[in-house]
Nanobody
Framework: QVQLVESGGGLVQAGGSLRLSCAAS????????MGWFRQPPGKQRELVAR???????NYADSVKGRFTIFRDNAKNTLYLQMNSLQPEDTAVYYC?????????WGQGTQVTVSS
């Protein structure tokens, strides 16, 4: 199995930025798609952004124009650049990778945005 490890979470003021990283123990080329999910306090986990192996991306309406998902294949790392953060973005963020019938999840990293 491939292990995914998130990092980069923390506390930031509204309007600030954070960059989340997801490091894979193996090549990320094995994944057909990778993405970021988040789970706000008291709510269900939701898809934030997704990137397909060919490079196309999808974003939740709530983060379009503010978040950018990208990858560095040489470093086997997926990133989520988060700008103009708002308190509503507060959540545990999870990295995800999918390949055929396999699904892998990171341990999660906390993002807290204060007003």
């Amino acid at each position: 199995q491939v292990q995914l490890v998130e990092s980069g979470g923390g506390l930031v003021q509204a309007g600030g930025s954070l960059r989340l990283s997801c490091a894979a123990s193996g090549s990320i080329f094995r994944f057909n798609a990778m993405g970021w999910f988040r789970q706000p306090p008291g709510k269900q986990r939701e898809l934030v952004a997704r990137i397909i192996s060919g490079g196309s991306t999808n974003y939740a309406d709530s983060v379009k124009g503010r978040f950018t998902i990208f990858r560095d294949n040489a470093k086997n790392t997926l990133y989520l650049q988060m700008n103009s953060l708002q308190p509503e973005d507060t959540a545990v963020y999870y990295c995800w990778g999918g390949a055929h019938i396999e699904n892998y999840w990171g341990q999660g990293t906390q993002v807290t945005v204060s007003s």
